[in-house]
């Protein structure tokens, strides 16, 4: 026999290579095999019938909280893998005192293809009833740095949360110290939006190229939109000059009223992720395919919302080759989701609520060539 898996019969959706068409996928150890339009049964060693479903890249989740048992932290392998994420991406709760407890009881023995970003502040979010900076001292950017070079394999970037509750009213003195510890650590600054004392466009001049802006679509004030409702001009420049944004939906940054603005006037998230904590992850449906299915349903074309969820957070993680396709030789992670027709109200995070007639849902999960989800 020739592979070991071979899904059979649904429709691929690969960004990556143009492709969204019906086509099995045949999977040799843990790497994609062949992407073909009929691959014989008798050539597999297992056969899966994905007949009426959608088979995507395996999601990955650029933000969210997986330092179980330390603040807010979910367990990667049961709230992400298992609802159709096949890797993740700890949106800064470790610290550079914590890093080392992340990496050897969360990254390292999760199953979940799991990476992070370090927090600038020596403590990290341990407890969100308390900033990670209630003192100035708890910047060491000798310290972030060390941390970067010390797991340049699974540190993508310094994290910095600007929020008023976090940095109070001068953002910029910390802002100024994450861009120097990024820049001296050759790795990206990751920033978090949201009730802070300065705007956008004030924001923005730290931001470099890869770097990227999260909760890009949150309704609270100094978003990405101007009073009027439109685009700042300075969010247009930094995306046209290389930064990303992440629509990070979480349990608060998610607006369906300034969604809809920025995709009608053609500004689409960069990356699409969930920000999923323990209190979210309660929600067995708090998923990549409900952010998906938000954006879906608020303008975003299904290939958008698949490039958005895999190829280009893979991109942005620069990690793994291949990750994010499903080219032959590319990681055999592999998302199969039903897409369902009917009519749900689904809630953003300020209040509002909406009428979607189509979502996705997890059908089948594939890490490493495994099955790791059986099908509905």
Request: glycine letters at 10%.
């Amino acid at each position: 026999m020739s592979y070991d898996l071979l899904l059979r019969g649904g429709t691929v959706i690969d960004p990556s290579q143009g492709l969204h068409a019906p086509r099995d996928v045949a999977i040799s150890g843990d790497a994609i095999a062949a992407v073909a339009e009929q691959i014989p049964e008798s050539q597999a060693a297992r056969v899966v019938n994905v007949t009426g479903k959608l088979v995507t890249p395996g999601l990955i989740d650029a933000h969210c909280h997986v330092f179980y048992g330390v603040g807010i932290g979910c367990i990667a392998d049961t709230d992400c893998l298992l609802r159709g994420t096949t890797t993740v991406v700890e949106g800064g709760a470790p610290g550079t005192g914590s890093f080392a407890g992340f990496r050897k009881y969360v990254a390292e023995p999760s199953r979940t293809r799991v990476f992070a970003e370090v927090n600038l502040s020596t403590v990290g979010m341990v407890d969100l009833k308390w900033s990670e900076f209630a003192a100035f001292n708890h910047v060491d950017v000798d310290a972030a740095i060390r941390c970067v070079e010390e797991n340049r394999d699974i540190v993508i970037g310094i994290k910095l949360r600007v929020s008023a509750p976090i940095v109070g009213g001068n953002p910029f003195l910390y802002l100024k110290a994450a861009r120097q510890a990024a820049d001296a650590a050759g790795t990206k600054l990751v920033v978090h939006i949201g009730e802070s004392v300065a705007s956008v466009p004030e924001i923005l001049p730290y931001f470099k190229a890869g770097d990227m802006l999260v909760h890009c679509f949150t309704g609270r004030r100094h978003g990405i939109l101007d009073g009027k409702g439109h685009v700042h001009d300075a969010v247009w420049g930094a995306h046209e000059a290389g930064v990303l944004f992440d629509s990070s939906s979480g349990g608060n940054h998610f607006s369906f009223d300034v969604t809809r603005k920025a995709i009608e006037q053609g500004f689409l998230p960069d990356i699409i992720s969930t920000d999923i904590t323990m209190p979210t992850a309660k929600d067995p449906r708090f998923h990549m395919p409900l952010m998906m299915t938000r954006h879906l349903a608020l303008g975003m074309t299904m290939d958008q919302v698949v490039q958005a969820s895999t190829v280009n957070p893979a991109r942005a993680l620069d990690r793994v080759p291949k990750l994010g396709t499903l080219q032959v030789g590319a990681p055999a992670d592999v998302t199969v989701l039903d897409l369902e027709e009917g009519e749900w109200l689904l809630p953003d995070t300020e209040g509002q609520e909406m009428t979607v007639t189509r979502r996705f849902e997890p059908a089948l999960t594939v890490l490493k060539g495994s099955v790791v989800r059986e099908p509905n």
